[in-house]
């Protein structure tokens, strides 16, 4: 039975590696801005290279663990605040607090709900799915990710699902850095920037990318 320390931890530790492989995705993600025949190849064999290595393969396994651990452990943390908490706790904790701080649970809900929907239009499409093959004879992973960008629903719900994003990572990012004790009263407002920043760009980024498809390809 892990103890509520070890549960912020554990935490916080699945929240940091999710937050490095989100900039990972969005780097990769970036060749989508490309013109788009040069998008089309080079984000096809971008796909096929990492579906096809062992070392990424394995890190993917590690993300997918994570995920799950991540998501059950912050119900887990959630349900026993919630618990614990009386009014008085509330009201004081209001005051003193940003509303997306005592909302993580439901912004890191919202962001499950779109992983799963996420997961099934592309990576289960992908892996399960007959996709067509490019002129490289690369899955056609491109034309797949087009294909459901042209839905104003999704490119809606993308959007929203990313401002649910930026305010988890603000706060998760804030959170984590001082529970593991690297929350230096020197370092505290250059820390408040860096994971303000990283999380704007990385959910103003991830957002515009089905926004850029929608439009360019009307």
């Known amino acids: ?3 509520t320390l070890s549960r912020k931890m554990l935490l916080c530790l699945t929240g940091l590696f999710l937050s490095f492989f989100l900039l990972i995705h969005f780097l990769g993600n970036l060749q989508l801005f490309l013109p788009q025949e040069q998008a089309h190849l080079q984000f096809n064999a971008y796909s096929h290279f990492l579906s096809g290595n062992i070392l990424i393969k394995l890190v993917s396994y590690v993300l997918y663990v ?3 651990l991540h998501a059950v452990d912050g119900l887990i943390i959630t349900l026993k605040n919630k618990k614990a908490g009386g009014n008085y ?3 004081n904790r209001g005051r003193a607090s940003k509303w997306y701080s005592r909302n993580m649970g439901v912004l890191g809900t919202l962001i499950l709900i779109f992983l799963v929907i996420h997961f099934q239009n592309f990576w289960y499409v992908y892996k399960f799915g007959n996709p067509p093959l490019d002129a490289n004879g690369n899955k056609d992973l491109y034309i797949i990710v087009v294909t459901v960008f042209q ?4 490119v809606l719900i993308y959007a929203v699902s990313m401002i649910a994003l930026c305010y988890h990572l603000i706060h998760g990012i804030h959170s984590a850095i001082r529970t593991l004790g690297l929350y230096h009263p020197k370092f505290v407002r250059w820390f408040q920037r860096v994971g303000i920043a990283y999380s704007v760009i990385i959910s103003i980024g991830f957002a515009l990318m089905p926004i850029y498809i929608f439009f360019t390809y009307r």
């Open 1 to 3: 039975m892990l103890s």
């Open 66 to 68: 994570s995920i799950i």
């Open 89 to 91: 706790q509330k009201e």
């Open 151 to 154: 839905e104003w629903w999704y």
